[in-house]
């Protein structure tokens, strides 16, 4: 197997045994709940899912949280390395108490997981966010010890407050230091009001499609607001789907920015500012999960074709009949990025794996 041509999935999550256990003990979301009628466990973790009908969460089966089924999408779908993380909400809801271990104990089974499979598996790790800024300190500077750590996976809504709060500056300083970039995945949508009266109609499109990349795109826009790539020059950042919709928007916010009275009366658009435009080249990278090649195309112009990395979001979108065959929502990532930059080009090895390899330094 040659590095060069690897196909690298970063974007495909795992819920670690010990995770579903703790989810499994809960009450309310996120939580594993039997439902009456149903062989199968259910998986419950959006807020607009947790409603009495079929869409109230979906199955969980060992997809979720065995490497060995991980394994086994990988050969399926022709993926060589795949660098996995703990899918939405993380610990976000853990209590200050619990959170420092939780995230040790998760941290430490999942770099073990990745050790089963020598070079196919690396990992993003979970922070223990509810635990405060020093014990999430903490938890970094130990992610060293951990052989295939090579990065962090972050919700939107860091110590509580958002990811422009500046008590988050000394973590991203962390994370700078340590040279481990934020894998930023949403998870809380925007507010259910937004979907109407008949959104249980619609099952999970709304948030999924939408609720997902805006919260992402408003996330980010708060932190250049708030001058954390000033602050933090060399943090680096990928973003999950395609950044929700940063790279379609990236001119309309800079407009915005200019042209905003009170940012020029507080002296923010002076000449250390850096634009939308240089954190989308300097400090962003966007995955290619965005199931067509005209979002794929926005995305390379906004931060470059050394800048997009192909993924999955395994376990989620499988077919909703299983036929043992491959996944639609896998194919129709790989078609995109065919659709956007060619088949077997230079620019399509380096989305498919080259530039993961080289950006998490999965070489090893
Ligand atoms: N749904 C989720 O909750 N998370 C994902 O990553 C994808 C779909
Ligand atoms: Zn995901």
């Not at 259910?192 to 805006?214: C, I, K, Q, T």
């Not at 979001?313 to 078609?335: I, M, R």
Request: aromatic fraction near 8%.
């Amino acid at each position: 197997m040659s590095i060069k041509s690897s196909i690298v999935d970063i974007h495909t999550h795992v819920y670690p045994p010990s995770y579903i256990n703790l989810l499994k003990a809960r009450k309310s979301i996120p939580y594993i709940i039997s439902v009456p009628d149903s062989e199968s466990l259910r998986l419950v973790i959006l807020p607009a899912e947790d409603t009495e009908s079929t869409s109230r969460g979906r199955p969980v089966g060992a997809e979720y949280y065995d490497t060995n089924e991980k394994i086994k999408f990988m050969d399926l779908h022709s993926i060589d390395i795949s660098v996995i993380s703990l899918a939405n909400p993380w610990l976000d809801w853990a209590t200050p108490e619990e959170a420092g271990q939780a995230a040790k104990d998760i941290n430490d089974e999942v770099d073990a997981e990745c050790g089963k499979f020598p070079g196919r598996l690396f990992a993003f790790a979970t922070l223990p966010l509810s635990g405060g800024k020093e014990v999430v300190v903490k938890e970094i500077q130990r992610l060293k010890e951990l052989k295939y750590m090579r990065g962090i996976v972050l919700g939107t809504t860091g110590l509580g407050k958002g990811l422009d709060d500046p008590e988050l500056l000394p973590i991203f300083e962390t994370l700078q230091e340590a040279k481990l970039p934020i894998f930023l995945h949403p998870h809380y949508g925007l507010p259910s009001s937004v979907w109407g009266e008949r959104s249980n109609d619609y099952g999970h499109v709304l948030p999924l499609a939408l609720g997902f990349p805006m919260e992402t795109t408003i996330a980010v826009t708060r932190m250049i607001l708030a001058s954390v790539f000033e602050k933090v020059p060399d943090l680096e950042m990928i973003l999950a789907h395609s950044g929700g919709t940063l790279p379609f928007l990236a001119g309309r916010i800079e407009s915005c920015i200019e042209h905003d009275g009170h940012l020029k009366a507080e002296g923010k658009l002076g000449n250390g500012r850096k634009t939308v435009r240089d954190i989308l080249k300097k400090n962003i990278f966007l995955d290619a999960v965005i199931y067509g090649d005209v979002g794929l195309k926005a995305a390379i112009q906004a931060s470059g074709e050394d800048r997009v990395l192909f993924g999955t979001d395994h376990p989620f979108f499988p077919p909703l009949v299983e036929d043992g065959g491959k996944w639609a929502s896998v194919e129709t990532n790989y078609e995109g990025i065919k659709g956007a930059l060619g088949s077997h080009t230079d620019g399509a090895e380096a989305a498919l794996g080259g530039n993961a390899v080289r950006i998490l330094n999965l070489n090893v």
